[in-house]
């Protein structure tokens, strides 16, 4: 048994001009004792460190039995809430590929959505047209991240996140009603902007709940969900097409998978807005003394639960990190993959020689090679304390499934199929990532700026995605594997440098921490400190 006794300090009182903060100018310049304690007074803690205040000095144990359940009841209260709504983030953005065999994106006989410029060979959406359609989803979330990952930190989490989820649920109702080439890219737009409050937000969520060995596997528990997302989307979408034909409607197949997925998200949002807590400080599933002892599981973190002021120096520093910029560089480099798949899959599987009900279906077992990849690799990467490596295999699954798809002869469409479904263990990379920026990155400000840095990339990256496939390139699709391969093989070189480059900051810091001088401030892991000038974080490989 060991007893945690948090400090009992009043919490200082914001400073006016949080300027005057620490500003490392590099890793190996990190702040002694004497700077930490002034930067107490120029900084305002984290919220955590004002709940422990506020508790006393009364002493709180936490034996690793209390730990376990705490974290059982921690998981059945937060977890489900997290992963449905990622599957339907994921369903939602898939829709369109769904709704492109089944008639949005319209053939001679069935012109549901009526272009201003058809190509000379088929009446409504030319490939182009589709195309944009596809990226401007991007454009919303991109032109939304930087406010958003503001909101995020300024508002109440849950709260927000829950109202950004009901509207894009409402949004996403509004494509059964589009008439045009000008209506759809008016309401991708929007689905994008309310979309970019999503991953920022989940990713908020794990690292103020979880203690940095538990962030991997949360991260991919939730973010597999996109596979389920796309196996219930398949069956879902192929169930109202083949019902559809039999027994017609007043509208479309199309405009009906809209409303279905768009309403399920929308009432699911509703569920979220009312059962989701902003942080430990308001979780109603917990008692008082289970609040401040969810708050003292997570010191180890470095990083507290939360902070509403923005702080200059650490978006600073957030923008002079090479690592920061690693992870960003790897995200547009793997995004354009997934902008161009994530839209295009459906009509890949048809080029592959199956027909476009098939396609619905046979896309579903991607999803589960996603969920599987995405969950032990997840597991194994916090058993053995590389996530970054474990990952990466992911990445060469891949590579080599696109290997296939590119180098197999086009009669050959069971070998294409299963490097289709190899591709899908993708995502195990940007998902590692994404998590390293809870667990790697400190301070809050410099937290949310890093991950608006990183969505932004992502955004760039599937904007860009969509439009490497022409309409010439059909069916093989050669030059957008192509163009698809190169980008992954340029982001799994940048898994490794990041790899790499957290190996030698802890052996930088590790020095620090063994020289002469160097002293541990009591309560410093909920100061607001950003990973750089905190000499006892330790970077998560």
């Not at 009841?73 to 369109?96: A, E, Q, S």
Request: proline share 5%.
């Amino acid at each position: 048994m060991s007893e945690v006794k948090p400090t009992s300090p009043s919490p200082p009182s914001p400073s006016a001009d949080v300027e005057k903060g620490i500003e490392p100018s590099s890793p190996s310049k990190l702040p002694d004792v004497d700077d930490m304690r002034k930067h107490v007074i120029n900084n305002d803690p984290d919220e955590a460190l004002k709940l422990v205040a506020a508790h006393g000095g009364e002493a709180i144990v936490l034996t690793p039995e209390v730990e376990r359940k705490l974290l059982r009841k921690i998981d059945l209260h937060i977890m489900p809430l997290l992963c449905i709504v990622y599957g339907l983030n994921y369903l939602d953005k898939t829709t369109l590929s769904y709704a492109s065999v089944m008639g949005i994106k319209v053939s001679p006989e069935t012109e549901d959505t009526h272009a201003t410029e058809p190509p000379s060979d088929r009446s409504g959406l030319s490939v182009t047209q589709y195309n944009w359609i596809a990226s401007i989803f991007y454009f919303g979330y991109l032109f939304f991240e930087w406010p958003t990952n503001r909101l995020l930190q300024r508002l109440p989490l849950a709260k927000y996140s829950a109202f950004n989820v009901v509207m894009w649920g409402l949004t996403l109702c509004c494509m059964a009603a589009v008439k045009n080439f000008a209506g759809a890219i008016t309401v991708r737009f929007f689905l994008g902007a309310f979309e970019a409050a999503v991953s920022p937000g989940f990713a908020l969520f794990t690292s103020q709940w979880y203690t940095v060995r538990e962030q991997g596997a949360r991260v991919g528990w939730w973010f597999s969900f996109n596979g389920w997302g796309q196996i219930v989307g398949g069956c879902v979408a192929y169930g109202i097409a083949v019902g559809t034909a039999r027994n017609p409607l007043l509208i479309k197949g199309w405009q009906l998978v809209f409303l279905v997925t768009g309403f399920a998200t929308a009432l699911v949002g509703a569920l979220f807005f009312w059962f989701m807590p902003d942080s430990q400080l308001n979780a109603r599933f917990l008692t008082p003394r289970e609040r401040v002892l969810a708050v003292e599981r997570i010191r180890v973190n470095q990083q507290g639960v939360g902070n509403k002021h923005f702080k200059w120096y650490q978006a600073r520093e957030a923008l002079t990190d090479p690592m920061i910029w690693a992870f960003v560089l790897y995200s547009a480099f793997c995004s354009i993959p997934n902008g161009g798949m994530s839209n295009y899959f459906s009509q890949l599987i048809v080029s592959f020689g199956f027909t476009n009900n098939q396609s619905l279906l046979l896309g579903a077992p991607g999803g589960a090679v996603q969920i599987i990849t995405l969950l032990v690799c997840g597991h194994l990467g916090d058993r053995f304390r590389n996530r970054i490596l474990f990952s990466a295999s992911g990445v060469l699954l891949a590579i080599l499934g696109l290997f296939l798809i590119r180098l197999l002869p086009l009669e050959n469409r069971g070998g294409r199929l299963a490097g289709y479904y190899l591709y899908q263990s993708s995502s195990t990379g940007f998902v590692a990532l994404l998590g390293l920026i809870s667990t790697n990155v400190a301070g809050w400000t410099k937290k949310t700026t890093s991950a608006a840095m990183y969505l932004i990339a992502y955004c760039v990256g599937n904007i860009i995605g969509p439009q490497v496939f022409k309409l010439g390139d059909a069916p093989s699709y050669h030059s957008a594997i192509t163009t698809v391969l190169v980008c992954m093989c340029i982001a799994f070189a940048h898994l490794i440098f990041i790899y790499f480059w957290c190996r030698r900051q802890n052996s930088i810091k590790a020095t620090i921490r063994g020289g002469l001088g160097h002293g541990k401030v009591e309560g410093q892991e909920f100061m607001d400190l950003t990973d750089r000038e905190n000499p006892e974080f330790i970077y998560s490989l």
